[in-house]
């Protein structure tokens, strides 16, 4: 079959994306590519559900900016097709002299970033908006909400058949041919011709990539992500949203505490190593995955600059005392029997050559195909301003 515009991964930046090319050009020809037996199975389906608010991110970033356009679009886009959110609000804690000017740079970049709604708190003022929280000082965001990502892609993918989109699951794309006037992606059961390609293939884009004939600058290093559940008694003294001040080294947000629409409460999540790329547990074993990382120059410099680091992020994850004390820095009360099980995700973390962990969104062009090679959080948030800015990217004849 033939399909003009060809989209690799049925995450909700795939998704997300098929559905702008449909509603920018009606009776388009769209046809989007999943290896898996349903849609949003691997990032988007373990993420922790947060709206981010876009304090976290360089005024004038890529993330800043779709993050902002990204939180609108997705409160329209919730309210118009009845899924569920709930506004709980977010305090990011400073429980050490230290983190007191990261606090402080938060509330500008925040200011910067077109947040009107951000509250510095001292101690006291905490103790009213977070009871069972101690710390030196917050920056109080009253207005992030939670939400069902997977109800999301749902609702996308209705909007997608209704345009006449078409999605094919078990279809896993390992060859892109590319042609002056055509691309063909071929799957395990079938090749399909197009006249572009949009990878949003996640965990896999840089061999989507590969795949295509490029060379991209960065590569996928997996960090699983494990939470715990709070004890009920424990979480029912937690009101909204509970973040430590994050180190800028890094592109994650450190163990927090997140409330869920069930009602339970989860702590997490860590950064560890996976050992594949879809490795959700120590068990997950690929040795795929793990001789191409550590064949990787770019591999070896990260780890040779953050080994310490990740010494410790894997003394969390071996150790549930070394997991309270972490959370107990701002959640003095916890005991080790407080965290019950819980689940875990995988972030697609993108890395170059020197070492470097990419904190911005990334793309890369080729003539008939763009590349999505690092749409880590908070692409969830900002799936539909992502979807924008990939559709301005292709040429009016290619659709």
């Not at 972490?326 to 890395?351: K, N, T, Y």
């Amino acid at each position: 079959m033939s399909a003009p515009i060809i989209i690799v991964g049925g995450g909700i930046v795939g998704l997300a994306t098929a559905r702008e090319l449909l509603l920018r050009n009606p009776g388009a020809d769209v046809l989007l590519l999943e290896k898996e037996a349903h849609l949003a199975t691997h990032q988007t389906g373990h993420n922790s559900g947060v709206i981010h608010s876009g304090v976290y991110y360089a005024p004038g970033s890529a993330k800043a900016l779709g993050c902002r356009e990204g939180v609108a679009l997705m409160n329209e886009f919730c309210d118009r097709h009845d899924i569920p959110r709930r506004a709980v609000g977010k305090v990011i804690v400073a429980t050490l002299p230290g983190e007191l000017p990261g606090l402080e740079k938060l509330h500008r970049q925040g200011v910067a970033n077109g947040l009107s709604d951000l509250r510095m708190l001292d101690r006291d003022a905490l103790r009213e908006v977070e009871p069972a929280v101690t710390g030196l000082a917050a920056l109080h965001i009253p207005g992030v909400a939670i939400v069902d990502y997977t109800r999301v892609c749902e609702k996308l993918r209705k909007e997608i058949d209704e345009a006449g989109g078409i999605i094919r699951t078990h279809s896993h794309v390992y060859k892109v041919i590319c042609y002056p006037s055509e691309i063909i992606a071929v799957t395990d059961t079938d090749e399909y011709r197009g006249t572009f390609l949009i990878n949003c293939g996640g965990l896999q884009c840089d061999r989507v990539a590969r795949a295509s004939g490029i060379e991209p600058p960065v590569r996928l290093i997996p960090f699983r992500g494990e939470y715990y559940t709070l004890r009920k008694e424990v979480a029912d003294t937690v009101r909204g949203l509970v973040y430590p001040v994050p180190d800028p080294r890094y592109p994650f947000l450190g163990v927090h505490l997140t409330p869920t629409l069930t009602g339970d409460v989860t702590a997490g999540p860590n950064a560890v190593l996976a050992l594949a790329r879809e490795g959700y547990r120590w068990t997950d074993i690929s040795l795929r995955d793990i001789r191409e990382m550590t064949m990787y120059s770019g591999f070896w410099r990260m780890a040779a600059q953050h080994w310490r680091t990740g010494v410790y992020e894997v003394s969390r994850s071996l150790s549930r005392k070394s997991y309270a004390d972490c959370v107990r820095r701002f959640l003095s009360d916890l005991s080790v029997d407080d965290l019950g099980p819980g689940g875990s995700g995988v972030r697609a973390q993108a890395v170059d050559a020197s070492g470097q962990l990419i904190h911005d969104f990334l793309h890369v062009r080729q003539e008939r195909a763009v590349h999505i090679l690092n749409a880590p959080s908070p692409a969830a948030t900002a799936s539909l301003s992502i979807a924008k800015r990939i559709v301005d990217l292709i040429e009016p004849g290619s659709i």
